[in-house]
């Protein structure tokens, strides 16, 4: 074996030094174990050398020792000279390994690599607690000397700093990597929250609006949300934002009825500072929902100038505050709601024709609880649950005849009024179960065409006569939706045309 010259005391410590900056410049644990063995090798002219970090916990030593892939070696910390060494403090230098009782020939089996001689010290960090060893084998020529013995030291007190940054550099890394799957972990129960699911109902209407969400999910359209009040419009608005592609960037409501016209403008779009005395500059709705959603509820109720400011941000994709000279750009996903028809107003010149179609891509109906009457008890159980867990009750229920009269009530405020009523009934009910006793005056009577009591509960009539009653009721539906064309009313029933002319027959229902 050639033997490599020795390099004089002052050249090593120049050696050292470099080493050192190399070492210090890496962050990762497993590539810088890697580059002190190399230089260690070089540096003492010898064949291999590895570090050993020591595992306090689990009280073993850990290495990168070459067994051939990226495999670590793990044993027990008092086994070996790597072991004597860390638990003595010690250097011992072995000048023929197989004679030392300490040494630990299972790793020379594990590795394929036979060792003569070696030398060995403790890695101290700066407080002096010993976190590993540091260990050359097998001297090119000879043994290893006092020399070796005070450049391995040197070189073990800078890479021992080295190896601690790294290791708290990966302690970092990993609860960085923890706190990461801790937020991902709370969005996803924000996201269930107002996913699809959020929306209650098992009826055609409701489910295809659920169905209409899911399959936008991907998309960033905008979508037009109509319906009366309370009919569950901003659920709806937030279910279409936390199953996009933007679930994890804001969420931002305006009510556009909720301001006079004078403040909307700079509500929406922010304004610059000295606009009026005292005025600081704010940054708007549409910034604050940068990257996200923006919901503007009664967007019908908007005047003629801020529609034509909104159209321009949704054309050009930048605006500009109140009372600013530079043009801001902004990314956002509009999201709109109304209770107004917007194609009468469109008529009357009080909403724009290039508004209406920007805003309304897709657009989503929300039906008024009257005309839903069977999601009701699926609805008030929902909101009675809901009641319980928010207000920490141990849960409580309807009597069927509870639930009876809320079926036929009236509902002119729709699902949020229901809600309300809930959690009134929950808040006064003296026991769990809330029956006929617990109701109201208040409850809005029973609307005029409302099926009667009887048709919803099915108790006082059979159910073939419920179902005559819901048929008749849906084919009517259907012919009326598709003005009476008896084929598309015939496939949106699921019936051939022959079979809903019999029907039609059978119930007196004029085609
Ligand atoms: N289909 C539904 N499923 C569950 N909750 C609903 C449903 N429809 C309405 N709600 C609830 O009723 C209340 C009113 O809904 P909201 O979205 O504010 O109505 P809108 O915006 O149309 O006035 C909310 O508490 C909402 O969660
Ligand atoms: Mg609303």
């Not at 097998?138 to 020529?141: A, L, P, Q, S």
């Given at each position: 074996m050639a033997s490599m010259p020795q390099p004089e005391p002052q050249e090593k410590l120049s050696a050292i030094l470099a080493i050192s900056r190399k070492m210090n410049s890496e962050r990762d644990l497993g590539t810088l174990l890697d580059v002190v063995a190399r230089e260690a090798t070089d540096l003492l002219g010898c064949e291999r050398a590895s570090i050993f970090i020591l595992d306090r916990e689990r009280n073993e030593l850990w290495s990168k020792v070459a067994l051939g892939s990226e495999e670590i070696l793990r044993f027990d910390a008092r086994l070996g000279i790597a072991g004597s060494t860390v638990s003595t403090g010690e250097t011992i230098n072995v000048r023929d390994a197989y004679s030392d009782p300490r040494f630990y020939g299972v790793i020379d089996g594990q590795t394929g690599y036979r060792t003569r001689n070696l030398l060995a010290l403790p890695l101290r960090n700066q407080h002096g607690e010993i976190i590993g060893a540091f260990e050359v084998l097998?001297?090119?020529?000879g043994t290893f000397h006092q020399r070796d013995e005070e450049s391995l030291a040197a070189l073990a007190a800078h890479a021992a700093i080295a190896v601690e940054t790294a290791q708290l550099v990966g302690e970092l890394r990993r609860s960085q990597d923890e706190l990461v799957q801790q937020n991902a972990h709370l969005w996803r129960e924000v996201e269930s929250k107002y996913s699809s699911h959020g929306i209650i109902g098992t009826g055609h209407k409701i489910q295809q609006v659920v169905r209409l969400i899911d399959r936008i999910r991907d998309s960033l359209v905008n979508v037009l949300i109509t319906g009366e009040s309370g009919t569950g419009k901003e659920l709806v608005a937030k279910a279409v934002h936390y199953t996009s592609?933007?679930?994890r960037r804001p969420f931002v409501a305006l009510n556009c009825a909720a301001l006079p016209e004078t403040l909307l403008e700079s509500e929406l779009f922010g304004i610059e500072k000295g606009v009026a005395t005292g005025v600081q500059s704010r940054m708007g709705q549409f910034q604050k929902a940068e990257g996200g959603t923006l919901f503007l509820d009664e967007i019908g109720d908007l005047s003629l100038t801020a529609q034509a400011k909104i159209l321009r941000v949704l054309q050009e994709r930048v605006l500009e505050r109140v009372g600013g000279r530079t043009s801001i750009p902004v990314d956002v996903r509009l999201l709109a709601a109304t209770n107004k028809d917007l194609e009468s107003e469109i008529a009357k010149g009080q909403f724009r024709e290039d508004l209406y179609y920007r805003i309304k891509v897709i657009h989503i109906h929300m039906p008024p609880l009257r005309e839903i009457r069977e999601e009701i008890p699926l609805l008030a159980n929902h909101f009675l649950k809901d009641y319980c867990r928010e207000s920490g009750r141990s849960p409580m229920e309807f009597t069927g005849d509870v639930l009876r009269r809320l079926t036929t009530a009236a509902w002119p405020g729709n699902a949020r009024q229901l809600r309300n009523e809930v959690v009134r009934l929950a808040a006064c009910a003296r026991q769990s179960v809330i029956a006929e006793d617990d109701l109201w005056e208040g409850l809005p009577a029973a609307a005029a065409g409302a099926p009667t009591e009887a048709k919803v509960a099915g108790q006082t009539q059979s159910l073939k006569k419920a179902i005559e009653d819901l048929e008749r009721r849906m084919i009517a539906e259907a012919l009326q939706g598709t003005r009476n064309n008896q084929q598309q009313a015939a496939r949106i029933l699921g019936l051939s045309r022959q079979g809903l002319i019999n029907k039609m027959k059978r119930y007196g229902i004029s085609g």
């Open positions: 097998n001297k090119r020529t592609p933007r679930a």
